[in-house]
């Protein structure tokens, strides 16, 4: 399926049926595997390939991990009950108590939370930097027991564009890996692992899914990490939990992708539902054409709203003049999605008055689907916060998130034109 362009694995790869077969992949709504004899189940606990339980593999979940991997050029990947989940996942794989992460701070809030309190509370600590850190500094964040940088391609909801191969350097040159969340921009628009990422992240209830129907999460193997730098022993040295394998000797490329799989999601448990991942299934089969949609949109409403005398600033990477422009035509020359973030002019209240005037863009706590869509942070998801505590988080009082769905692209701008109108 390699052969083919990244369009035509969106809709094909993963699945090949035989003839006869269902055309369309099957849900294996099943959580266990019949076997004829005693001695093929022995064989599956001498680690022989096959099914045995749902939590540790699932026919239907492997066309999609094997879909997305193909997407994103990867050499495996492994699909979570959620993006919170495929961060967390990812990180355990490779870190303990006593381990060091450098995550840039403009990372999803969730992920935030996750390095910042929970882990830390785990004894992971992590340091955070800015986005565009310049190199020197950077490599000044690294200690002896760094074993990650964590990066977002395009990050929610600041859409911030980190210089990933500059990190990707800093990481390589201290024998460390870097973990890069690429929920936002999907394979469609960048392939971390082309500017040398190791490991991907994803929450697959955005783009993905695309359709505001599955919560899931997916892990992406690149299988060209360098295990051996001696700061990944649990890779390398034998596994007591596991037949006292040696990951790196016995699956090579595919040693991190295995021991997330067979180690940490036969522990911790955070295994998709096969109806989800069906569901997941058919989002992926249209991405290709939604982010070009989406995009083309965004960069629509992007310039209406840039030339409203309403509007006082607006945050969209693809638009000419923004801070992050030189990285988008770096790294995503396509578009940046179909998220944008503007402010208008009378603070608050004014921008809760154009969030309730609108028609055709619903009210929801979420981004990155078919539906338009807005939030205004300062009165819903940060509310707690005074207009002091806000601007220190980043966020605006008067900042809207407007999410671009594929409808006529005429009629969101006949809608934000009235509503800018009520104020
Ligand atoms: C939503 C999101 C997550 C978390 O994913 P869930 O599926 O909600 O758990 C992680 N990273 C990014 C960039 C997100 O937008």
Request: hydrophobic share 40%; aromatic share 8%; charged share 20%.
């Amino acid at each position: 399926m390699n052969k083919y362009n990244i369009e035509t694995n969106c809709v094909q790869a993963g699945y090949n049926p035989k003839s006869g077969e269902p055309r369309v992949m099957p849900i294996s709504q099943s959580t266990t595997y019949y076997y004829e004899k005693g001695e093929d189940v022995a064989k599956l606990f001498d680690l022989e390939p096959g099914y045995m339980y749902t939590r540790l593999g699932n026919p239907t979940f492997d066309v999609v991990q094997n879909k997305i991997a193909m997407l994103e050029g990867g050499v495996g990947a492994l699909l979570t009950s959620s993006g919170q989940a495929a961060t967390t996942l990812a990180i355990l794989n490779i870190c303990h108590s006593g381990d060091h992460i450098v995550a840039i701070n403009a990372l999803y809030g969730g992920t935030m939370n996750l390095l910042g309190f929970t882990f830390k509370r785990m004894g992971i600590n992590t340091t955070f930097v800015n986005t565009d850190i310049t190199e020197e500094d950077l490599r000044k964040q690294i200690k002896e027991n760094t074993k990650v940088i964590f990066i977002e391609t395009l990050t929610n909801p600041g859409l911030e564009i980190p210089d990933i191969e500059m990190f990707v350097k800093v990481a390589h040159d201290n024998g460390i890996i870097v973990i890069c969340d690429n929920t936002f921009a999907t394979p469609i628009l960048c392939r971390p692992f082309d500017y040398g990422v190791d490991i991907i992240v994803h929450s697959t209830s955005k783009y993905m899914d695309g359709h505001a129907v599955s919560l899931g999460g997916c892990i992406v193997d690149s299988g060209n990490a360098n295990w051996n730098t001696g700061k990944y022993p649990d890779l390398v040295n034998p596994d007591p939990s596991y037949h006292g394998v040696s990951y790196t000797k016995e699956f090579g490329k595919a040693a991190f992708i295995v021991k997330a799989n067979v180690q940490l999601m036969r522990d911790l448990g955070s295994t998709p539902s096969p109806m989800n991942v069906f569901l997941l299934n058919l989002g992926l089969e249209s991405l290709h054409v939604r982010i070009e949609r989406h995009c083309e949109n965004a960069y629509k409403v992007a310039k209406f709203l840039d030339n409203h005398d309403k509007v006082t600033w607006v945050n969209y990477p693809a638009l000419e003049g923004n801070k992050y422009y030189n990285m988008f035509k770096k790294y995503m020359p396509k578009g940046t999605s179909g998220v944008i973030s503007f402010g208008v002019k009378g603070g608050k209240n004014a921008a809760m008055k154009v969030m309730d005037s609108l028609e055709l863009a619903s009210i929801v706590v979420h981004v990155a689907d078919a539906r338009t869509s807005i939030l205004h942070p300062a009165s819903t998801t940060h509310r707690q916060l005074t207009d002091e505590q806000l601007r220190e988080a980043g966020i605006l009082p008067e900042l809207l998130r407007f999410s671009v769905g594929i409808e006529n692209v005429e009629d969101i701008i006949s809608d934000l034109e009235q509503a800018l109108e009520k104020i």
